[in-house]
Nanobody, 126 residues
Framework: HVQLVESGGGSAQAGGSLRLSCVVS????????VAWFRQAPEKEREGVAA????????YYANSVRGRFTLSRDIGKSVFYLQMHGLRPEDTAMYYC????????????????????WGQGTQVTVS
């Protein structure tokens, strides 16, 4: 298992920006696909972006492509989700997750594929 700790959530106005961070630790972390999910009240958990721990490509949901950027600082084992052009519909609890796979693949949006999850960080856009 790996451990994931998110931070950086908060409130923003529409059109604003926030950056979320996910610190990943544990064994064989270089053999994982790391993703960001979000879940709004009464909605299903939605895959936002994903990337293999030590490579590419990066995957994005259509709803965030061009506005959100997933990046990595491998030296610090931190994954960032930079969010620009925020919209009220981006309001949700954001989770960092990891699956034991060196490739994210086309199934990266399936929450059931991920074994390890962080506690989440709230993003509110008004």
């Amino acid at each position: 298992h790996v451990q994931l700790v998110e931070s950086g959530g908060g409130s923003a106005q529409a059109g604003g920006s926030l950056r979320l961070s996910c610190v990943v630790s544990g064994r064989r972390i270089d053999e994982h696909c790391v993703a960001w999910f979000r879940q709004a009240p009464e909605k299903e958990r939605e895959g936002v972006a994903a990337v293999p721990y030590d490579g590419s490509p990066t995957y994005y949901a259509n709803s965030v492509r061009g506005r959100f950027t997933l990046s990595r600082d491998i030296g610090k084992s931190v994954f960032y989700l930079q969010m620009h052009g925020l919209r009220p519909e981006d309001t949700a609890m954001y989770y960092c997750a990891a699956q034991r796979s060196q490739y994210c693949g086309n199934g990266w949006k399936h929450a059931d594929e991920y074994r390890d999850w962080g506690q989440g960080t709230q993003v509110t856009v008004s």
